[in-house]
């Protein structure tokens, strides 16, 4: 269990470090983010970090920051699942739960139609967060990126000191 934590914290702190060095115009970086963090939205069956990248650069961001903000919310499909299942549902305002197979009607069936229950949540979601954290990431990028860089620096040195002392015998 260690080993996995360990994993997952050098892999968030290199995708942060990449995020942080990224140099040019806050807007780029702030648009490739948000556009890379949108394709989560949707199922892409394990492409979702390519095609972020890919769509980030396409439509005028930064490829690294697309790539990061793709491989932000990775981990949390299950979670982003039910979110738009719930906000397609509330959109539609569709309540129709089915308990017993003799109680489903028309309205039933329509409200059990994922595809589109699923695609009106997965927009609507997409279009919120990913305004949000375009408008986040581009009043606080600039300000933030020096102070970060210079914690994850330290961090990581504090984080190689540890292990390596830790591998000697005394």
């Avoid at 470090?17 to 394990?46: C, D, H, M, Y």
């Avoid at 949390?76 to 308990?99: C, D, E, I, K």
Wanted: hydrophobic residues 50%; positive net charge; aromatic residues 14%.
């Amino acid at each position: 269990m260690t080993t996995l934590w360990l994993k997952t914290e050098r892999c968030a702190l290199f995708n942060l470090i990449r995020f942080f060095r990224i140099r040019g115009a806050s807007e780029k970086v702030a648009r490739g983010f948000a556009l890379g963090l949108l394709v989560n939205f949707f199922p892409t069956f394990g492409f979702g970090v390519l095609l972020s990248g890919f769509f980030a650069r396409v439509l005028g961001g930064n490829t690294v920051a697309g790539l990061v903000g793709g491989a932000t919310l990775t981990f949390a499909w299950p979670l982003l699942f039910y979110l738009n299942m719930w906000t397609g549902s509330w959109v539609q305002h569709l309540r129709a739960p089915v308990v017993d197979s003799a109680e489903v009607t028309e309205k039933t069936i329509q409200t059990l139609v994922w595809g589109v229950t699923f695609t009106l949540g997965a927009v609507v979601n997409s279009l919120v967060v990913g305004l949000a954290v375009y408008l986040l990431l581009r009043l606080l990028y600039e300000r933030a990126r020096p102070s970060a860089l210079a914690y994850f620096r330290q961090h990581s040195r504090e984080h190689q000191r540890k292990f390596s002392l830790r591998g000697q015998t005394p």
